[in-house]
């Protein structure tokens, strides 16, 4: 097991910051206090944030107390906690109030294109910088044959995103196979060959506790992060439409990019400094991993809240989230024509990040499509180069157990 071993003073310091950070939006909600909008965006995504960061020292801690499949469906379900609270609550609202429903997946594929136009290229270059400075290969980041399964799962969801394109819904049929995409990915990872786990920072230390403290500790951190999240998930993403609409700004870009950037940021966070300390396959499957997740769960779960909230017939996306959908999926598939030969060269962490920063230089319709067809065209280049490795990541569908093997 790594772990890092930093002053326990600084680590208390910093989850007592978290805990500050969180502490006024549960006493805003409790006290039922009205907050203009941007004091809502503030306090409220405070609370976002810092229920991530709790969540995420809790989730990485608790690794060592339960089973592999047990931590592998756990650390799944709750560390994206935060992320899905806001995206799941417009789903929920959107069943009894149309408004919404434009919002609803306005979030999902914000968070999607986040990660692999922000996130993957930042662990990319930290991965490289770490090479170079041990005085190893500083030219692409490999993976090991094991993150196959991840990329497998990445390209599913990706092709059946068409039949949601097509269709111009999220309805309760996609909830089954979205969902069941995820259980069939938690499946397979829980019978891969495990590790022991690589923990840094404020999980280090609560790593390092007796295993009873250990426990308390991590429950009273799941405890605190969950009723966090809950008071601040509906006045956050209420407080981002109202912003929109009082300054002008278009809500839909608020919602799509704002409320990510709060949730993703622990994950990042830790992504980052494991490549940066050269744990490069790591650091890569904790993004590609939440990717899946994202892909399955996350838009799997938006219909379910949908018709939760009272939504009959399936969650409508008008044009523009049909779009959206249109370009997340394009850029997925071009994750996976990237990756799938395990490596990731710096012109092509590069391409990510430069084609994600495109679509806020050229907005509108048009300008979205013409991206999509841009990733679809490098993807199908790239697919035809690499094609001798998709059939490996074909077979760990079909494995019973995903080893290390090439």
Not at 110 to 126: H, K
């Amino acid at each position: 097991m790594f772990l890092e071993r930093p002053p326990r003073r600084r680590a208390v310091s910093r989850l007592l910051l978290a805990f500050g950070a969180g502490l006024p939006a549960l006493i805003f909600r409790l006290s039922a206090a009205h907050l203009d909008p941007f004091a809502s965006i503030v306090v409220y995504g405070g609370g976002v944030v810092a229920s991530a960061f709790l969540l995420s020292w809790a989730a990485e801690a608790f690794q060592l107390d339960v089973s592999a499949s047990l931590a592998t469906a756990a650390l799944a379900l709750i560390a994206v906690l935060p992320e899905y609270a806001v995206d799941l609550y417009f789903a929920f609202s959107a069943g009894h109030n149309p408004d919404h429903a434009q919002y609803a997946t306005a979030n999902m594929t914000g968070s999607n294109r986040l990660l692999i136009g922000i996130g993957w290229p930042l662990v990319a270059a930290l991965a490289m910088v770490a090479a170079r400075r041990s005085g190893g290969q500083s030219s692409a980041v490999r993976l090991g044959p094991a993150r196959r399964l991840e990329l497998a799962f990445l390209v599913l969801p990706s092709v059946y995103s068409v039949v949601i394109i097509l269709t111009r819904r999220l309805a309760w049929y996609d909830a089954v196979v979205l969902l069941g995409l995820f259980v069939f990915y938690l499946r397979k990872v829980s019978t891969e060959e495990r590790s022991e786990p690589e923990l840094i920072g404020v999980a280090a230390v609560i790593g390092q506790l007796g295993r009873r403290p250990r426990r308390l500790v991590v429950g009273a951190l799941f405890l605190s992060a969950a009723a966090i999240v809950l008071a601040s998930a509906e006045p956050f993403a209420e407080g981002l439409v109202a912003a929109g609409r009082q300054f002008g700004i278009d809500q839909f870009l608020l919602v799509q990019w704002l409320a990510p950037l709060a949730s993703e940021a622990p994950e990042l966070l830790v992504a980052s400094v494991l490549a940066f300390r050269g744990h490069q396959d790591t650091a890569f499957g904790t993004v590609l991993s939440s990717k899946v997740n994202q892909w399955t769960l996350l838009v799997g779960s938006i219909p379910i809240a949908f018709y939760a909230g009272g939504g009959r017939g399936g969650l409508p996306l008008d044009t523009r989230q049909v779009e959206e959908m249109v370009l997340t999926a394009s850029q997925a598939i071009m994750g996976f024509a990237v990756l799938c030969n395990l490596e990731l060269h710096r012109w092509e962490a590069a391409a990510l990040f430069f084609l994600f920063f495109v679509q806020f230089l050229l907005p509108g319709e048009q300008a979205r499509l013409l991206l999509s067809a841009v990733y679809l065209i490098i993807s199908v280049a790239l697919l035809i180069a690499h094609r001798r490795w998709l059939a490996p990541i074909a077979r760990t569908l079909g494995r019973g157990t995903v080893g290390t093997g090439a």
